[in-house]
């Protein structure tokens, strides 16, 4: 099976982004496992860090996060 993962960052602030079409061009089709269940996956999540200090540390961050995933189709 052939795999392919593409990440993109943006603040949420943002309201929308665009995945240029060189990238999606570049993402091989999905597959269907023996269920029938598309092995391709889209996920939407969030990332909160914050970097404090505190005594006997040379550096701390302290971070949350979270995702959904659906599994999807892509041709």
Not at 19 to 26: E, G, K, M, R, W
């Amino acid at each position: 099976m052939v795999g392919a993962e593409f990440v993109c960052i943006q603040q949420a602030s943002a309201g929308s982004f665009t995945i240029p079409a060189p990238v999606l061009l570049s993402l091989p089709p999905s597959t269907t496992i023996t269920t029938g269940i598309p092995s391709g996956f889209l996920g939407v999540g969030y990332f909160v860090g914050q970097v404090f200090t505190a005594a006997g540390l040379d550096q701390a961050t302290v971070s949350a996060s979270g995702f959904s995933l659906q599994t999807v189709t892509y041709q």
